[in-house]
């Protein structure tokens, strides 16, 4: 089993509708998670960042930690065609990040 | 800042070439991370850096692989002989270590590689 899992199947949502990803774990001891974005033919970029469990929220984006579960989500609420990314969860057990597990990404398109 | 600048964006070459990607990190970042990313298995961290000493090269799929970074702007990640199943889009990061920073992860644009 690998230690982070995230179903890259693309996701198409109309422009307005909330998206809504996820990803789930099997290593107990991941504390930090993150999501990066990642636009087509760039390198990925810091989305959101949340320490242990509970909820995030920054403008249109919200991210979710259930420790207890080993689940992890990210919702855009409002989505806009310039959302159109690949989104990858990512976490780590210690805040160094030297040896983030990263999920394969979520390819999102947004149709105006 | 210019970020991390990764060369060359675009390389193909034949099965058995040698091939040198570049790096150069963020000014400061005490760490460096080569990370490989294909279709079928996402993005893989290859070795990292700490201070331009390599920490873990666990990740490095093979002999064929070697990476080095002589100073703190500069590293390399040399193929050789390339093989095709080494087609992928290589991905240089670099982050600060410090007490306090999240440890976010600056990437560059990546080194796309197809090996014929």
């Known amino acids: 089993q690998k230690e982070v899992e995230q179903d890259p199947g693309p996701l198409s949502v109309p422009e307005g509708a909330i998206v809504s990803l996820n990803c789930t774990y099997s290593?107990?001891?991941?504390?930090?998670f993150m999501w990066y974005r990642q636009y087509s033919r760039k390198g990925p970029e810091l989305l959101m960042y949340t320490y242990s469990s509970g909820n995030k929220e920054d403008g249109r984006f919200t991210a979710q930690v259930d420790k207890s579960s080993k689940y992890i989500s990210l919702f855009i609420r409002d989505s806009q065609p310039s959302d159109s990314a690949t989104y990858l969860c990512?976490?780590?057990?210690?805040?160094?990040?030297?040896?983030?597990?990263f999920g394969k990404g979520n390819q999102v398109v947004v149709i105006p | 800042d210019a970020g991390v600048i990764q060369s060359p964006r675009h390389e193909v070459t034949e099965m058995g070439q040698e091939v040198t990607l570049r790096c150069k990190p963020i000014s400061g970042h005490d760490y460096l991370f080569w990370y490989r990313q294909t279709m079928m298995r996402g993005l893989e961290l290859l070795i990292y850096f700490n201070n331009n000493v390599p920490i873990d090269d666990s990740g490095m799929p093979e002999d064929r692989f070697s990476a080095k970074m002589p100073n703190a702007s500069f590293s390399t990640l040399k193929i050789q002989p390339s093989e095709p199943r080494d087609s992928a889009v290589y991905f240089c990061a670099s982050t600060l270590g410090l007490a306090g920073t999240t440890g976010e992860l600056f990437f560059g644009e990546g080194s796309r590689l197809t090996v014929l």
């Open positions: 990512a976490m780590s057990g210690t805040k160094r990040n030297n040896r983030l597990a």
């Open positions: 290593n107990s001891a991941f504390q930090y």
